[in-house]
């Protein structure tokens, strides 16, 4: 099929509601993460006849389209020890292309109830701690960033190559948290640890041809348009917009696990 074929094999409907939800997950990717909880499920909604390594890889492409573009633009303005986003990039890398390998033996929806804690307790402490991410509040040793990076990196690196949605979010969060990052500077290091994760991931899903080569190519245009825009405004407004997208993104998970877990 060429791509121009997508428009005579695909509703007009189909096709509009991709665009639009992929150029909306690409803006809210390049604020704070999370583009995975909006593009997925249009994936998902939009064919539901098709596997789901299938529906994985091609999210993924276009995932990978936009964060890479999203990164260059932080890479602009955000000065990067390249010591710590090396090391991190290198573990999530492994990390994300183990758990690629991993989607086809383990039942995603066990994990779900876990996630659903967390996000709860992600939500609460973000809201209650008014300050978080804006300004850098520890000051670790490059070391110790390293280690505590790296576990980031292990954990969430293998979250995204299982599963994926609101990896950004999970990256930002680590930095900030963990890290002691303020909201820019970790959104920065995220774009580009997650653009190793795809990577990763996706080495696994084209290996098996699971994608769909000209829906991929539609909405990482549209990703990638996002994205632009989303960075632009990231770097413009500051930490206090990232965080109050942040607590917007991550109520959207907990309602999008919770619909999952309970009903």
């Given at each position: ?11 007009v ?16 990717d ?45 890479s ?10 090396i090391?991190v ?104 640890i ?70």
């Open positions: 099929m060429s791509f121009l074929e997508i428009f005579t094999d695909y509703s409907w189909t096709i509009i509601v991709l665009i639009i939800l992929a150029f909306v997950a690409g803006f809210i390049a604020v704070v993460g999370g583009g995975g909880l909006i593009q997925l499920p249009a994936l998902l909604i939009n064919f539901p006849g098709q596997q789901l390594p299938t529906l994985f890889g091609t999210n993924k492409i276009a995932a990978l389209s936009g964060t890479s573009v999203a990164a260059y633009q932080y602009k303005r955000i000065k990067f020890d390249y010591r710590l986003l090391v990039s290198f573990f999530s890398f492994f990390a994300s292309f183990i758990g690629a390998k991993t989607v086809s033996y383990i039942n995603v929806n066990t994990l779900k109830p876990i996630i659903l804690v967390i996000l709860i307790l992600i939500a609460i402490y973000t809201f209650l701690k008014k300050d978080l991410g804006s300004v850098q509040t520890k000051k670790l040793t490059i070391n110790k960033q390293i280690l505590f990076g790296s576990l980031i990196g292990i954990i969430i690196g293998f979250y995204d190559g299982f599963f994926g949605p609101g990896t950004g979010s999970f990256f930002v969060l680590g930095f900030v948290v963990i890290l002691g990052f303020e909201f820019v500077s970790a959104s920065a290091y995220s774009k580009i997650n653009c190793m994760t795809n990577i990763s991931a996706l080495v696994v899903f084209i290996k098996q041809g699971n994608y769909l080569l000209e829906i991929a190519i539609l909405m990482s245009v549209c990703n990638i348009i996002g994205n632009i825009i989303g960075s632009k405004v990231a770097l413009k407004k500051g930490n206090g917009f990232i965080r109050i997208i942040f607590l917007i993104i991550v109520s959207i998970m907990i309602l999008r696990y919770g619909y999952d877990v309970f009903f």
